[in-house]
Structures are given as structure tokens and as C-alpha cells.
């Protein structure tokens, strides 16, 4: 599915419309996008319905931040500074992938390691605020 938003609040509610239509057990949402582009926006919308009241904020120096004020455990990945599956494996990848809801900014790094299950977003620029997202969920 294709989607424009024109400004960060649309782009937000998109990510709370994800959330709200999630199937139980674990999820990996994909994010694919430049800087700038929304990520982070589209996580505080999808985080919003998750784990209300959780403060959002990309985890670029800690790699993961956990979001836990919800029925499910949320783990918000950035992935920019992943090199290797090796590092993937110091930072236990594999066991928040199969114990929650991750979402995950920079998936362009891990490539073939991305789970199957994977529901992936693109979010392209159009504009000074526009936006082009693409939403696929790859296990369909």
C-alpha cells in the first residue's frame, strides 16, 4: 500500500494505523529511508498505541531502546551502525526479534538478516514535508 502524508503528524498517525492493525505474537517492522526522511515520526505514532506514554526518541548511540508500557514489549532499533551479523548477535537481535514488537530504523544494514516475517515501510521524501510511504507486509 501507498501512502502521502504532508507533514509529521500525518506521517505519525500512518505509524499509529500500523500499530492498530498488528496480528498477535511477534511482529519486525522495517524501516527504509535517508535521514531525515520520518522514521522516527512514524515510531512515535506506531509507539503511541503500543506503549502509551513512552518517550520516543531514536536509540542512535544505544542501538535498542525498550518501550515496555503496554501488553507487549515494543523494541525500537536503530540499525545504522551494524556492520555485521556478529553485531547483531552482541546486542541479542535474535531474541528480541522472537519476544516482542521491534521496529527498526536503517534496515538497509542487516539485508539478508532481516527476519522473514518482516513488515517493511519505506518512507521517501517529496517535498520540505511531503511524504511517499510504502507499506508491504513481506509474509503475505
Same mark, same amino acid.
Given at each position: 500500500?501507498?501512502?502521502?502524508?504532508?507533514?509529521?503528524?500525518?506521517?505519525?498517525?500512518?505509524?499509529?494505523?500500523?500499530?492498530? $492493525?498488528? #496480528? &498477535?505474537?511477534?511482529?519486525?517492522?522495517?524501516?527504509?529511508?535517508?535521514?531525515?526522511?520520518?522514521?522516527?515520526?512514524?515510531?512515535?505514532?506506531?509507539?503511541?498505541?503500543?506503549? #502509551? &506514554? $513512552?518517550?520516543?526518541?531514536?536509540?542512535?548511540?544505544?542501538?535498542?531502546?525498550?518501550?515496555?508500557?503496554?501488553?507487549? #514489549?515494543?523494541? *525500537?532499533?536503530?540499525?545504522?551502525?551494524?556492520? $555485521?551479523?556478529?553485531?547483531?548477535?552482541?546486542?541479542?537481535?535474535?531474541?528480541?526479534?522472537?519476544? &516482542?514488537?521491534?521496529?527498526?530504523?536503517?534496515?538497509? *544494514?542487516? &539485508?539478508?538478516?532481516?527476519?522473514? *516475517?518482516?513488515?517493511?515501510?519505506?518512507?521517501?521524501?517529496?517535498?520540505?514535508?511531503?511524504?511517499?510511504?510504502?507499506?508491504?507486509?513481506?509474509?503475505?
Amino acid at each position: 500500500m501507498e501512502y502521502i502524508t504532508n507533514d509529521v503528524l500525518q506521517t505519525e498517525k500512518l505509524g499509529t494505523e500500523l500499530a492498530q $492493525s498488528l #496480528p &498477535g505474537g511477534p511482529v519486525f517492522v522495517a524501516l527504509y529511508g535517508d535521514l531525515g526522511a520520518g522514521k522516527t515520526a512514524f515510531v512515535r505514532g506506531f509507539t503511541s498505541v503500543l506503549s #502509551p &506514554g $513512552s518517550r520516543v526518541k531514536s536509540p542512535t548511540y544505544t542501538i535498542v531502546n525498550e518501550y515496555r508500557k503496554g501488553k507487549r #514489549p515494543v523494541y *525500537h532499533f536503530d540499525l545504522y551502525r551494524i556492520e $555485521s551479523e556478529d553485531d547483531l548477535d552482541a546486542i541479542g537481535f535474535d531474541e528480541y526479534v522472537q519476544n &516482542g514488537i521491534c521496529i527498526a530504523e536503517w534496515c538497509e *544494514h542487516i &539485508g539478508t538478516l532481516l527476519p522473514d *516475517h518482516a513488515i517493511t515501510v519505506k518512507i521517501e521524501k517529496t517535498g520540505e514535508n511531503g511524504r511517499k510511504i510504502t507499506i508491504c507486509n513481506e509474509g503475505e
